[in-house]
């Protein structure tokens, strides 16, 4: 998500300013600077891997053993994969600090690919409960490396300035939306054919492709994000990356312990715990510093409803991976025109939705212009669709068939609706970042705004578990009817928010 007007699907940009050699920003891939290829390719390759394993998780948890699976509650599946979500972007905020202090963008980037395949290397082999943790805590850690690292160094092969570079971020966009729409046809047909580890084999062979095109083309890059932009001063650097190393070692601990002690529902409350106490932390350091200005602490004020209101977003948005797999996997007709389709193929509606509607909204508010929504108004207009998301599905169950199952075509506009808030919301969420930010904490702002979809995600890691199919009217309902309060007390109180922008729009 780099401006209001460029079509996305669920990432975070963050651009990059450090100096890069005018070779960097030339004229290559469809008139861009050549290392926008490389970039291109490797966000492509991970969104594949991801979003293509994401789209068989759920199902692989609850499936019996008998049939391939873990056999796991199904409401716990669920919990346990947007738990894991939770965790990918908590880790985003660590992979850029050691990006920028340490490493630089292209080595964690590198690092990250490579834990990323080797994770589901684990998981294309069958190990039960090990091979799984073992491979969900590589790809956790490697996404957190490689995610805010690819973003920004597309953002460091442009000057400020540079024409170019919203058409930039859309091509790059466009990649992550090929990849997450291929892998989401490809990983549910093979789960439902050889079995649930060639999926996962899959997803480690498009990260393998996506290693190697990085490897040959990095030259391409001309130095961009080579290395840290503030490293650590070499008398400070064995102390700091020390104490971090306790930290790392003492978090494995704690989820270990958990674990160990209360199980998969102890990890998964652990989980929901940090990403609620995290931004928390973070915002009372930002407020409480000396650093921020009045009129800076004042856009902050307004930040934090939209920061609530992105959270929530996310705790509905992600559902399309946990609850909705189970709806579709379970309760909804799989046969359209006389074709079996395989169940997974419904989450990749998203991605191909993105590349159908994102020019419309691109057009949409440049047509505008001045005269477009607020930027309150835009999250209250996410909230309420991705609402009208879940309404749908309880609308959806009043047509069933003549075999009690939920028409596709009507579970598949679930989709769409979510896709139509996520353009809503998604983009001007990082947009209002940037610019809300104070100066003294931009990285550490932008670094914030991972947190609300983690935090959007733990907690819906806890609503999972009152999931069950006996009330899922009352759960889809129920969450849809607070998110449409919460659209509402949005756009009251839109005035008052946007009074404390100081003219951010």
């Not at 104070?438 to 578990?465: E, H, N």
Request: hydrophobic share 50%; aromatic share 12%; with cysteine.
């Amino acid at each position: 998500m780099a401006t209001a007007a460029l079509p996305c699907v669920r990432e975070d940009v963050i651009v990059n300013t450090s100096t890069v050699t005018n070779e960097s920003r030339g004229r290559g891939f469809f008139g861009q600077p050549p290392g926008l290829s490389t970039l291109f390719f490797i966000e492509m390759w991970e969104r594949f891997s991801y979003y293509g394993m994401r789209a068989i998780l759920a199902l692989y948890l609850y499936t019996a053993v008998t049939q391939g699976g873990l056999g796991m509650d199904e409401s716990v599946a669920a919990s346990l994969v947007l738990a894991y979500g939770s965790s990918v972007y908590l880790t985003g905020v660590a992979g850029g600090w050691l990006a920028d202090r340490v490493l630089g963008s292209q080595r964690a980037i590198f690092y990250g690919g490579v834990l990323i395949m080797l994770g589901h290397v684990c998981m294309a082999f069958p190990g039960g409960y090990y091979t799984l943790g073992a491979g969900l805590a590589l790809i956790v850690v490697g996404t957190g490396l490689l995610k805010p690292n690819v973003s920004n160094v597309v953002g460091g092969l442009y000057e400020k300035d540079d024409a170019r570079r919203d058409a930039g971020f859309s091509i790059f966009y466009t990649g992550i939306n090929i990849g997450a729409f291929i892998s989401q046809l490809l990983t549910p047909a093979l789960a439902e054919g050889p079995g649930f580890h060639w999926g996962f084999g899959a997803a480690a062979v498009g990260m393998a492709l996506g290693l190697a095109q990085y490897v040959f083309g990095r030259g391409r890059l001309a130095g961009v994000g080579s290395q840290p932009v503030n490293p650590l001063p070499a008398h400070r650097r064995n102390k700091v990356l020390g104490r971090v190393g306790l930290i790392a070692v003492a978090a494995v601990v704690v989820l270990g312990a958990a674990l160990a002690l209360f199980g998969v529902t102890g990890l998964i409350n652990t989980i929901t715990l940090v990403a609620i106490l995290l931004p928390v932390a973070y915002f009372t350091v930002m407020f409480r510093s000396r650093q921020v200005t009045k009129m800076e602490r004042d856009r902050l004020v307004s930040y934090v409803p939209l920061f609530v209101a992105t959270a929530v977003f996310f705790l509905l948005f992600e559902q399309q991976a946990a609850t909705l797999v189970i709806v579709t996997d379970q309760q909804t007709d799989t046969t359209l025109f006389g074709f079996d389709f395989p169940v997974g193929w419904f989450q990749s509606i998203n991605p191909l939705a993105i590349i159908v509607l994102a020019p419309l909204f691109a057009w949409m508010w440049t047509r505008l212009g001045n005269r477009q929504p607020s930027t309150p108004i835009k999250f209250t207009g996410g909230l309420f669709f991705v609402a009208l998301g879940f309404l749908w599905v309880v609308i959806a169950g009043l047509f069933r068939n003549e075999q009690d199952l939920l028409n596709p075509l009507m579970i598949a506009f679930v989709f769409v609706l979510f896709t139509i808030g996520e353009l809503m919301l998604s983009p001007v969420g990082l947009s209002a970042t940037t610019k809300l930010a104070p100066d003294a904490f931009s990285s550490q702002t932008m670094g914030l705004y991972f947190l609300a979809p983690a935090l959007g995600q733990g907690v819906a890691a806890q609503i999972a578990k009152l999931y069950s199919e006996q009330h899922q009217d009352l759960y889809f309902g129920g969450v849809a009817l607070v998110t449409f309060a919460l659209a509402a007390l949005l756009a009251l109180i839109s005035p008052r928010v946007k009074s404390y922008m100081h003219g951010v729009n």
